[in-house]
């Protein structure tokens, strides 16, 4: 069958049915993703045993939670962000810091703090090697910006993320921290490891199929905002990891891999209170202010919440 008489098809099918109001924009992209689909099936001679196999794979992954997972696997949220960079740019905007993708792993609720948050609850102090990561918010112009909400979370030393890996305390590794007066923010955490796909999960079934792996880099992730400003969704990674440039979710910025500062000295590991060398890590975040011009920077999505 030609794609002109499968577009006559779906039209027939989608459109020409429709008797009561119709959504427009549910309309067309459904009407596209259907024929697109019909298409593939077409020009692939795709079996009815092999679309079977496509919607139980779809069903297992969704029950398994894991469209989320799949979604960075395929390249399809990193794809969301370079659109969201083109209109941006379009937009005239330029010099903010990089964002990168969410992920499926953020929760809401986090407990919040001006200033200053311990992230660990200790629980891995044996193996872990002590972070502390510091910067200023700025917006556009380099004033810094007080009060801006900074929300991190990365994972422990296994790559897993508490609420999502039960075995867990409530919230750890997850903070929200107002930045103080001076648009600053600190936090004490641990280094993180990277993560892996749940290994015999639906992503990492099908990324076995593809000869791929399913690791990320160590990485923290964050919400960035501020009143007047657009939302910013990035990550920095761990410097040195070996999947800094090979992730599986191509979420690896320029800009987002700051220098991991090795303190060694005793009188700067006492004044932390600690007893051993740590970490450190410098970075500032830049936001941009809000433009009509530009698409909404803030993305919905329905999101878990402790
Ligand atoms: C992660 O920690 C993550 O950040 C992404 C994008 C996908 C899977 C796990
Ligand atoms: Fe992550």
Known sequence: MTHNDIDKLVKSWIIDTATGPVNPRVQAVVARLVGDLCKAIEDLDIQPSEFWKGLEFLTNAGKANELGLLAPGLGLERFLDI?????????GLQGGTPRTIEG????AGAPESTGFARLDDGS????????????TVYDEAGKPLPGAKVEV??????????FFDSTQSH???????????????????????????????????????????GRRPA???????????RKLTTQINIDGDEYLWDD??????????PAVAKVTDAAAIARKDLNQPYASIDFDFRLYGER???????????????
């Open 83 to 91: 659109r969201a960079d083109e209109a941006e740019a379009k937009a």
């Open 104 to 107: 499926p792993l953020y929760v």
């Open 124 to 135: 891995e102090s044996d193996q872990a090697e002590v972070l502390f990561m510091q910067g």
């Open 153 to 162: 979370w990365h994972a422990n030393l296994m790559g897993n993320y508490s």
């Open 171 to 213: 919230f750890n590794l997850r903070r929200t921290i107002i930045t103080d007066a001076e648009g600053r923010y600190q936090f004490r955490s641990i280094v993180p490891k990277g993560y892996g796909c749940p290994p015999g999960g639906s992503t990492q079934t099908l990324l076995d199929l593809l000869g791929r792996h």
């Open 219 to 229: 990485h923290i992730h964050f919400f960035v905002s501020a009143a007047g400003h």
């Open 248 to 257: 599986f979710a191509f979420a690896s910025r320029e800009g987002l891999v």
């Open 292 to 306: 009509p011009a530009a698409p909404e920077a803030e993305v919905a999505r329905v999101r878990a919440a402790a």
